[in-house]
């Protein structure tokens, strides 16, 4: 029997995978990996954490856990190591344009690819123009997660449009699931119930808590909302950090404008995306103001997963996920400050719409948005470059 090619995930050495405590990327990854494992052999490559072991096979897949010095060059140099003694058909980098082009200019035989996330590593101050576009001119593809991100990651190296493919990232459907189903029902009560939420309605923000989400504009809805539906709670799950409830100034002063409204605010610090779920089901709305340069906004997919209609910004890869008007809202960024009110306001006074727009969001992300379609594509396209 031939034996299946080997692909590497090499994500930016910040966090141990698996663990709760881990970026998007991490996570990103470590969904995605098991669904390949039908056509690949998987490797994920990610920094050595105190309690870790060098090596770990989860769900099939080879974890590899290379000690990580400061500034991660130990990371790299390791990493490398390890990829020369497995000489896998596929390398693909997470999220450093740099790391990725270091890799390929080490290994040249082999097929290097980018994988990009965001935006934030492909500007100042962490890498400049002219650097990203040799790095983005050594890699063999960059793999990006909305059509928005390709256009700007275009703009930014055009010599290298040919080369950007989207696949978008998805959601767990088996840990996500409906609210409106029976089972989700029965969970949503005695969800409410331990919280002492019963009969209130749930406006549901989730994700870090930096200025860019726009989690204070979202607050500063809270007195519209309040008076029109005086039984409104606005939860707000996360924090600034991954896996730390360290508070900035930012955090200082959201706290600062929900403690205007202590009957109507909740903050849940920092949870891990295990118990995400249970949150999403509490929800009648969910709400994602992000800025208007947001690449894909998971949080969108997994509320939508969840059977909540999705309010968010009009903007990046965000109107690639949520369909105005039939899985939630979008409104315009410019917009967003006075219109947030009255659109949350608009489906917590019609429960039926609001129960439409998410049957309608679940089905699209069933068939759309799951780590099986993801795997799919990304299989698709390693099939077509042997």
Not at 68 to 89: E, H, N, Q, S, V
Not at 193 to 209: E, F, N, P, S, W
Not at 363 to 382: C, I, K
Request: positive net charge; aromatic residues 8%; glycine residues 6%.
């Amino acid at each position: 029997m031939t034996r299946k090619p080997l692909v590497a995930f090499v994500t930016p050495g910040t966090f141990a995978m698996p663990s709760e405590r881990q970026s998007s990327v991490e996570r990103i990854v470590g969904s995605l990996a098991p669904h390949l494992l039908r056509d690949f052999r998987v490797c994920v490559f990610s920094r050595r954490g105190a309690g870790f072991s060098t090596t770990q096979t989860v769900r099939g897949v080879l974890h590899i856990r290379p000690s990580a010095g400061k500034g991660g060059k130990r990371y790299a140099l390791r990493t490398l190591r390890w990829l020369r003694k497995l000489d896998p058909a596929f390398i693909q980098v997470e999220n450093r344009p740099r790391l990725a082009s270091w890799i390929k200019r080490r290994m040249r035989h082999k097929r290097v690819w980018l994988s990009l996330h965001s935006l934030t590593f492909v500007n100042r101050p962490h890498i400049a123009a002219a650097e990203l576009r040799r790095c983005l001119s050594d890699v063999d593809r960059i793999v990006v997660n909305s059509e928005f991100l390709k256009s700007q990651i275009a703009a930014l190296a055009p010599a290298e449009s040919h080369k950007i493919v989207v696949n978008y990232p998805g959601v767990d459907e088996e840990r996500f699931t409906p609210r409106w189903s029976p089972e989700g029902e029965e969970r949503r009560r005695l969800l409410l119930d331990r919280l002492g939420y019963r009969d209130k309605r749930i406006v549901l923000y989730a994700g870090r808590l930096i200025e860019i989400k726009g989690v204070h504009h979202l607050l500063r809805a809270v007195p519209d909302i309040a008076a029109a539906f005086p039984d409104t709670v606005v939860v707000v799950v996360g924090s600034a950090f991954y896996g730390s409830d360290r508070l900035t100034p930012y955090v200082h002063m959201l706290h600062r404008e929900g403690g205007k409204y202590p009957r109507h605010v909740r903050f849940i610090p920092y949870v891990g995306h295990d118990e995400l779920p249970d949150w999403y089901k509490l929800a009648d709305v969910a709400v994602v103001p992000s800025f208007e340069r947001e690449a894909f906004g998971l949080v969108n997919a997994e509320a939508m997963a969840s059977g909540v209609p999705v309010i968010a910004t009009d903007a990046g890869g965000i109107r690639e996920v949520v369909e105005h008007g039939e899985t939630g809202l979008l409104l315009p960024p410019e917009e967003l400050p006075f219109r947030l009110p009255h659109a949350i306001c608009r489906l917590l006074g019609d429960p039926d719409e609001a129960r439409r727009m998410g049957e309608a969001g679940w089905r699209r992300v069933h068939d759309r948005f799951t780590w099986r379609h993801s795997a799919e594509r990304l299989a698709a396209l390693y099939r077509q470059s042997f």
